[in-house]
């Protein structure tokens, strides 16, 4: 039986490895060090197969300055000229930061809660805006967002099963990184009593009202919040 500090150890790594694996996207795409030499005074949209929304509509969508975004801008449309990215841009991706695990069923996951309009590829504009949230927004927008990711069939609840699809693709993931070495059943077990936490009425589904107020009496999930708060 695992101790409850290992199974909020596990809430929490499932709410860092959200925030990380974005902040690995923008060092991916070479968007961390935000350098005066670095900006662009516009711009630059020739060649490119989907143009984004306008700066002054993203600025007022997002938590980004108008010189984030060009930069932003520049990263994203140098790795993906198309300016669009589909999921196996996104697994290609993710195999590459963790070499030592496998990363496919994680990276789909993201993939499409990243694509909000399941059109099977992410814009520019699904990209800042997701960023703006996990990087910028307020605890509820960074859970709320967490939300959907678990909720993987889009009803409006997380089941057990659901929950633990995205704990083992975490696992999977991290590979042989993980420590101590991971008996096949552990992800099980730490589901269960992570669960048996947050569905507060015990009627085998979690809310987004019992994710929220669950996540919130986790002192290590709101500090692992506030962590990236200013990475850009």
């Known amino acids: 039986m695992w101790a409850e500090g290992e199974s909020e150890g596990l809430q929490t790594l499932g709410i860092v490895v959200v925030v990380c694996s974005s902040l ?3 060092h991916y795409l070479g968007l961390i060090d935000l350098s005066d030499d670095k900006i662009e005074d516009e711009l630059e949209m020739t060649m490119v197969c ?3 929304e306008g700066l002054e509509q993203l600025e007022a969508q997002t938590n980004f300055t108008k010189r984030e975004l060009q930069v932003l801008y520049r990263g994203f449309k140098n790795e993906c000229p198309s300016g669009l990215v589909n999921e196996e841009t996104f697994k290609q991706i ?6 030592h695990g496998d990363a496919s069923m994680y990276a789909h996951y993201l993939f ?10 992410v814009k520019f504009e699904d990209f800042v805006t997701a960023l703006s949230i996990l990087l910028r927004g307020t605890v509820h927008e960074k859970l709320r967002w ?3 990711l678990y909720d993987i069939n889009k009803d409006g609840y997380i089941n057990k099963e659901e929950m633990m699809d995205i704990v083992k693709a975490i696992y999977d993931m991290m590979g042989k990184y993980t420590y101590p070495v991971l ?11 992570f669960f048996q936490k947050m569905d507060k009425n015990k009627d085998g589904i979690v809310t987004l009202d019992e994710f929220l107020e669950s996540c919130q009496e986790d ?8 962590l990236f708060q200013n990475v850009m």
């Not at 993710?94 to 070499?99: E, I, K, N, R, V």
């Not at 008996?183 to 009593?193: A, G, L, S, W």
């Open 24 to 26: 690995k996207l923008l």
């Open 50 to 52: 989907h143009r984004p």
């Open 94 to 99: 993710y195999a590459q930061f963790f070499p």
């Open 112 to 121: 499409h809660a990243f694509d909000t309009t399941q059109t099977g590829s």
């Open 146 to 148: 967490t939300f959907n």
């Open 183 to 193: 008996k096949e059943d552990t992800p099980r077990q730490h589901v269960d009593i």
């Open 219 to 226: 002192d290590n999930i709101m500090r692992s919040l506030q």
